[in-house]
């Protein structure tokens, strides 16, 4: 049986992630053009830890269906207000009917002009403000507070014109109609929350609880839940750094062609487009990461419990398959990105036995001495050697046992004062 110790949510998990990456660009600098990011002072390559969590969310989405908090289909403010609602919250709302000739006018002025911390959808008006305040509803909705400009009146009115309202044919609403019917709106918002003046406690730690248990993202790598609505924040359990090449890279960027042009107006003057393409020729970059079972619980206490923890077994399978395979399948021209390894070190408990640079430090990956010694760059993975952890690593006056993960079987015991070494995905 295959020993599964990496996918124990109640031990501390710390992970080395690799992978390679040629004639492309891994994490594009939009300070810098799209250009690769580079540190200026060693000259070495660098991802975000965003740039590798976006690869996690689009994989499992993409392959596993699973619900991903940051993502670009929903404003975000509209999820929270969504698991608040889920959650039994009384929020500010109010639905609009199509039969009354105000809430007419106001579903034109919704589709016409973003009002900050208004979200229309479906004939439903949602006050997403942090305070449920009658004050600050109401001032919102002012008409000084949205910026309601002459032009905007106009283009309301026109469009009711033309959509042969019969209330607004021959009599078109002005800026005191749009006033009036704002006012009935707050009005409506405030009367909807029964006097409550913000998010409670116990319907903030309900939301927050609801996000963790729908979206992945969030019970993995935590959320700031405070854009809107406040349902204050998650501090998830796996965190990443960024990734660095091990050498120096040379970036290029590269002009191309398109035989077409954009516009019509250049179609006698040029038969081409200019664009431009950055890349690296060669990097090998190396990432680390951390789960934290402490991060992990329901309600924190100092004693683990499995009932406690809301990432399980398959939360943790899912991730290290995510590691490698989300690189798989974000493709393209420019982003030909190659996974070369993601290591596993757990511990045989949560607090961990030795500090997680030290186990880092035990995975050497080194430029081959001929290369060194020619002083040629790197160009491929065969020109690294690598070297995996040894048996055993000196804490002070502990020395901590390194078990291959291949060495155990799913019924033996694992000593107290040990690591276990997974190779989830490795390449030789």
């Known amino acids: 049986m ?24 891994p994490n594009g600098d939009p300070d810098a053009g ?21 690869k996690v969310r689009d994989y499992l989405q993409l392959t596993h269906e699973i619900p991903m908090f940051i993502q670009s289909e929903t404003a975000l403010n509209r999820l929270i207000f969504e698991a608040a609602e889920d959650a039994g919250a009384q929020l500010p709302k109010a639905t609009l009917d199509d039969t009354n000739k105000e809430d007419r006018l ?30 600050e509803i109401k001032k919102a909705l002012k008409s000084d507070a949205i910026g309601l400009s002459d032009d905007d009146v106009k283009a309301v009115a026109d469009a009711l014109v033309e959509s042969e309202d019969l209330d607004y044919k ?45 979206y992945f993202d969030i019970r993995m790598f935590g959320a ?18 960024f990734a660095k090449s091990l050498d120096p890279i040379y970036r290029m960027d590269c002009g191309i ?30 990432g680390f990461g951390f789960y934290s079972p402490y991060l992990a619980q329901k309600t924190p ?14 939360h943790l399978k899912s991730l290290w398959e995510a590691l490698w395979k989300g690189f798989d399948n974000d493709h393209s021209a420019c982003r030909h990105i190659k996974p070369r390894g993601v290591y596993v070190f757990t511990h045989s408990n949560a607090r961990g036995n030795a ?41 002070g006056a502990d020395t901590v046992r390194i078990i291959p993960a291949e060495e155990i079987t799913g019924d033996s015991a694992i000593p107290e004062n040990a690591v276990v070494f997974t190779k989830v995905y490795f390449e030789d």
């Not at 020993?3 to 040629?22: A, G, N, Q, S």
């Not at 439903?124 to 942090?130: A, I, P």
């Not at 398109?258 to 060669?282: F, H, L, Q």
């Open 2 to 25: 295959t020993c599964e110790i990496h996918l124990d949510p109640t031990k501390r998990h710390d992970f080395v992630l690799l992978f390679d990456v040629e004639n492309a660009n």
């Open 34 to 54: 799209n250009l690769p990011r580079v540190d200026p002072e060693t000259m070495c390559g660098f991802t975000t830890d965003v740039s590798i969590k976006r």
């Open 106 to 135: 106001l579903m034109e002025l919704l589709a016409h002009k973003e009002i900050e911390n208004i979200e229309f959808e479906n004939n439903d008006v949602r006050y997403v403000g942090e305070s449920f305040k009658k004050d």
């Open 170 to 214: 021959d009599s078109p609403p002005a800026k005191k109609d749009i006033e009036g019917a704002l006012k009935s709106l707050a009005d409506k918002l405030c009367a909807s929350v029964g006097g409550k003046k913000k998010l409670e406690k116990t319907d903030k730690d309900n939301t927050r609880i609801k996000m963790i248990e729908t």
């Open 224 to 241: 700031v839940l405070s854009t809107g609505l406040n349902a204050g924040q998650v501090r998830g359990p796996v965190q990443l750094t």
């Open 257 to 286: 062609t398109r035989k077409a042009v954009t516009r019509e107006a250049d179609r006698k003057r040029k038969e081409n487009e200019m664009g431009r393409k950055p890349i690296i020729s060669y990097g090998l970059y190396r």
């Open 301 to 314: 206490q100092t004693k683990l419990t499995s009932d406690n923890i809301f990432v399980t077994k398959e």
């Open 355 to 395: 500090p997680s640079h030290r186990l880092f430090d035990m995975l050497k990956i080194e430029l081959k001495k001929e290369l060194k010694d020619e002083g040629r760059a790197p160009s491929q993975f065969s020109d690294y050697d690598k070297s995996l952890p040894s048996e055993s690593l000196n804490i």
